[in-house]
């Protein structure tokens, strides 16, 4: 039996490891959308059709989640899979949500970097680029309109946006403060803080769930004192074996250890999604280590919107490109390069969340209904608007003005710019048609090359 019965007919039968891993490896394929999609997948697929735990208990999961730096969706099908089967359960979920990314993301980086600049490429991206500024753009508004619902967090979007854009204030200390704002207005403003992850509160009606709002909490889910060390101590000791193993290899200044060093410490600023930390990620592998450049960080994410898994999966292209171009193992093994670069890149970004679901889930599964975080996270989601927004400014100077204020203004790219917001505000096209569609104009458009010049 596969678990999906119909509702109303009883109880899902029990899920066996090896049918929950081949879920797992077709969710890994099918995980477009970004977060927001990608959690209403497996809404879908494991809430209401397969059954295969109740939406209360998902929804308290990802109030977990949410909190946590790093993918939100990729860490919530850890949570799901470690519940349902243990440990290996846990690593097997989140290991297949973000693989086949991976290595659909280093075949297209290949191609980026080897064909790039013929035209059939370049037109590609001539059109695309500018849909990525809209959805961007999108991401704010769609985030605001859930996040921003009085006053005070207009305020902390506000001084979020001005933190960032006018004093060039760290991301890791935006999102601090605003935790410590939602803190303490949580006791002296409960009204303006509790709003939650805006997510709702569970709708009954899917049927009985294996793993349903009274199934007992399973014995290895159970909260033991001594379980979070001993995790954190297995996640510490692969983060040194594979730390030690870079310095060993390629010594401290080497590029896949400053990689490695970088993108750990990336991992632990992702509050509020893949957009908000693209900031850091651009200042630390663009302007400090010159893994590549303005323009190709803008390409990478137009790659990332167009792979399955998280959207932070573009530190994978981040990784590729500077593999690349470091010649990390000589001219003739450039392709090698950027695949162990990526591959490194991955490892380190990935590695904090499983270590965080592997260590807070039985304590998160000890809390059913007594989660007190939702006034920091509202805050910290508002700040998030502010910062997401700045970035979308940041993508629309390089595509507007590709030489700068002092150069060409291109107004092609303004118009295509214009036309994908129209799509996504207006008309709610979805982000794979969106980005198709300005594409073929963008190929249109190589006809055409005194609009590039």
């Known amino acids: 039996m596969n678990g999906t019965t119909t509702p109303g007919l009883g109880r899902p039968a029990p899920v066996g490891f090896w049918q929950a891993l081949r879920f797992w490896l077709k969710l890994g394929f099918i995980s477009f959308g970004g977060p927001a999609g990608q959690i209403a997948i497996m809404h879908a697929e494991l809430v209401e059709r397969r059954r295969w735990i109740s939406e209360r208990r998902f929804l308290h999961a990802l109030n977990y989640c949410m ?37 659909i ?10 064909f790039g600049q013929q035209p059939l490429v370049a037109g590609l991206f001539y059109g695309i680029k500018p849909a990525v500024t809209a959805l961007v753009l999108h991401a ?27 004093l060039d204030a760290p991301f ?23 709003l939650g992850g805006g997510h ?52 401290l200044d080497g590029a896949l250890t400053q990689m490695g060093w970088f993108f750990t410490k990336a991992a632990l600023l992702t509050f509020g999604g893949a957009y908000a930390v693209l900031p850091y990620v651009y200042q630390g592998a663009v302007e400090q280590h010159q893994w590549l450049s303005g323009t190709q960080m803008i390409d990478g994410l137009a790659l990332g919107e167009t792979t399955p898994g998280p959207l932070i999966m573009v530190v994978a292209f981040v990784g590729f490109v500077g593999g690349w171009a470091k010649q990390l193992f000589g001219p003739d093994a450039l392709f090698l390069a950027g695949a162990a670069a990526a591959a490194v890149v ?28 939702t006034a920091p996270l509202s805050a910290i989601t508002a700040a998030v608007v502010g910062v997401i927004l700045n970035l979308a400014l940041f993508f629309a100077y390089h595509v507007l003005w590709p030489q700068g ?26 982000v794979m048609p969106l980005l198709a569609a300005c594409a073929l104009i963008g190929l249109a458009l190589t006809a055409l090359p005194d609009l590039f010049h």
């Open 172 to 194: 890791p200390l935006i999102v601090l403060v605003a935790a410590l704002v939602g803190a303490v207005g949580a006791r002296f403003a409960p009204q303006v803080f509790a």
């Open 405 to 430: 204020f002092a150069g060409r203004f291109d107004a092609v790219s303004a118009l295509i710019t214009l036309g994908a917001a129209l799509a996504l505000f207006r008309f709610k096209l979805g």
């Open 346 to 373: 991955t490892f380190f970004t990935f590695l904090p969340s499983f270590i965080f679901i592997l260590a807070g889930g039985p304590l998160i599964e000890s809390t059913h209904g007594q989660l007190k975080f």
């Open 200 to 251: 709702g509160a569970a709708q009954p009606g899917y049927g009985p769930a294996l793993i349903d709002d009274d199934t007992p909490v399973p014995p290895h889910a159970r909260w033991r004192r001594g379980r979070p060390v001993r995790v954190l101590a297995v996640g510490l000791g692969l983060w040194l074996a594979a730390m030690g193993g870079l310095v060993l290899s390629h010594g």
């Open 67 to 103: 909190l946590l730096p790093g993918p939100e969706a990729q860490q919530l099908a850890t949570y799901i899979g470690w519940l349902m089967h243990r440990s290996w359960g846990g690593i097997v979920a989140g290991a297949l949500f973000v693989l086949p990314s991976l290595f």
């Open 140 to 166: 704010a508004h769609r985030i605001g309109g859930r996040a921003l619902k009085n006053g005070w967090m207009w305020g902390i979007a506000a001084a979020a946006f001005v933190a960032i854009f006018a």
């Open 105 to 114: 993301l280093i075949a297209l980086s290949w191609v980026y970097v080897a």
